[in-house]
């Protein structure tokens, strides 16, 4: 995994052939984990069939760990993907974002992940 450089085995949550599963290592929310392709490949059209069927495999796992593991329990999940540079990717090899969210750990959590565009977040009437 050469973008990722070498991932410390203390921070490896899972693995398979495919893909591993870390705590990501500047976490945004207690638990938040990356689940990184193994193969060197950027973006997820370039996935094979196999690859995005495990996974969404690993998705589920990984929500499922967390869910079950951190105290407290998270009341939600953020699961993200930003998919080349123009999206913010910043390190040129697959990996998906699983952040768990709690309430109020934001003062309003509405629109998610539509704030990679501050000005498009808000589209509700209060």
């Keep these: 995994m050469k973008p990722f450089g070498d991932i410390e085995r203390e921070r490896v949550?899972?693995?398979d052939e495919l893909f591993v599963v870390v705590r990501d290592k500047y976490p945004v929310?207690?638990?938040?984990?990356l689940i990184i392709v193994k193969r060197l490949v950027s973006r997820f059209r370039k996935l094979t069939a196999d690859e995005k069927t495990r996974l969404t495999q690993w998705m589920d796992w990984c929500i499922g760990h967390l869910q079950d593991g951190l105290k407290p329990r998270p009341d939600g999940f953020n699961v993200g993907l930003n998919d080349g540079p123009a999206a913010g990717q910043t390190v040129g090899?697959?990996?998906i974002h699983v952040i768990p969210r709690y309430n109020g750990d934001v003062s309003d959590s509405r629109g998610g992940v539509r704030w990679?565009?501050?000005t498009k977040a808000r589209y509700w009437n209060d």
């Design 29 to 33: 929310s207690p638990g938040h984990s």
């Design 116 to 118: 990679v565009v501050p």
């Design 13 to 15: 949550l899972a693995e």
């Design 93 to 95: 090899q697959l990996h």
